[in-house]
């Protein structure tokens, strides 16, 4: 993507200007922004502003403003006239998926609580933007644009002279807006038939071909898989993150994960689909943990016998005789299974224990009377 090169048909600032903000990063220094033009790092009209974001508000078509539609003399000539020069800027897709982002209620949940009034306005879905720039860390303009697919608003609360303002942020205006488009949606545009109240109020219709993955929408050309590749990682199976040097072998697990590399930083990422936590590395085990032990197994009475000592519960306790492994029963500190009745001529046993945190320990006898 092309932030800043303006001379470029697919930058950024060439989009938002043919979206109908024209006056974006056109003044002074503001022509040689960079990359914080792309958070509104210049300044604009607020009519183009308001205009660009009612291109989102037309499923990604763009209009041109006017304040007047039409000049006719007293003798009914037309001496001047709008004329619908409709451009498709943005992808209905993209205009869809944006104003489902802004219009999400939830998503902003965390700064300004649910049903804030403005941001979410009651029986009337919009898609809202609020924005903020400052001087000196202090802020000087605050934004607030909403749009639905009858109406687009923007409101802006500032000093004249440019000059800091002593409090507030940008959801002030929302409360402005809120009453204007909360009127003129449920008062004058439903009684002209322009936006209807059913079922929360007349919203855009979703274009085909738009995904819905893991609860987000993507549009059609989304491949969740580009970009990346499949890759194996060691996990440990009882915190559930990466294994480490201290994870003991039998808690290791190998799992399939999907690797994607970052093409700015080279990083590489791993995501995990079976709740393995590749963010993460094992918390579970400590270097120099105690492991338990199990004193060497004997035979008596046709009975293998082993003493077991663990500071944390018991999982398993297991016989290996020449290949077969026989589970044992734990009562205890004394792990029994029945010796092999086939087995006539003396073998080498091993026995093995693991606790709940998959350390283990062995140790080996035989079946000598």
Not at 9 to 34: E, F, L, R, W
Not at 44 to 51: C, G, S, T
Not at 345 to 365: C, P
């Amino acid at each position: 993507m092309y932030v800043s090169d303006q001379n470029n048909p697919g930058s950024t600032i060439k989009t938002v200007h043919a979206m109908g903000n024209t006056s974006y990063c056109t003044q002074g220094q503001d022509t040689q922004a960079g990359l914080s033009s792309a958070i509104g790092g210049c300044t604009n009209r607020q009519i183009d502003l308001v205009n660009g974001y009612a291109t989102l508000g037309r499923m990604g078509v763009y209009k041109p403003q006017s304040d007047v539609l039409k000049v006719v003399n007293s003798r009914g000539e037309v001496l001047q006239q709008w004329k619908d020069e409709s451009k498709q800027i943005v992808d209905p897709q993209v205009a869809y998926i944006m104003s489902d982002i802004l219009s999400d209620d939830n998503a902003r949940a965390g700064l300004y609580g649910r049903h804030f009034y403005g941001l979410w306005i009651p029986g009337v879905r919009t898609a809202v933007k609020t924005g903020t720039s400052d001087k000196g860390g202090q802020p000087k303009d605050i934004w607030n644009v909403a749009y639905s697919p009858a109406l687009t608003m923007g409101v802006w609360l500032g000093n004249p002279d440019t000059t800091i303002l002593t409090s507030g942020n940008s959801s002030l205006p929302a409360k402005i807006i809120g009453q204007v488009l909360e009127y003129a949606h449920k008062t004058v545009y439903a009684g002209q038939g322009k936006w209807n109240p059913a079922n929360g109020g007349t919203w855009f219709t979703q274009p085909a071909g738009i995904q819905s993955i893991g609860g987000e929408l993507y549009p059609a050309w989304y491949n969740k898989s580009q970009g990346s590749t499949d890759a194996k990682l060691t996990f440990d199976r009882v915190s559930k993150k990466k294994a480490t040097d201290c994870t003991p072998e039998a808690a290791k697990i190998e799992v399939a994960v999907m690797k994607t590399t970052d093409p700015i930083t080279k990083k590489d990422s791993f995501v995990s689909t079976d709740g393995y936590d590749a963010t993460a590395d094992d918390d579970a085990h400590v270097c120099g943990d105690p492991t338990p032990t199990i004193g060497a197994p004997h035979v008596a009475g046709g009975i293998i016998t082993a003493t077991v000592s663990a500071t944390r519960p018991v999982q398993s306790v297991t016989f290996l005789i020449n290949g077969t492994t026989i589970q044992a029963t734990v009562s205890g500190s004394t792990a029994t299974a029945p010796y092999p009745s086939d087995s006539t001529s003396t073998q080498t046993i091993t026995a093995t224990v693991t606790d709940s945190l998959y350390y283990t320990s062995t140790s080996t006898g035989d079946s000598s009377h």
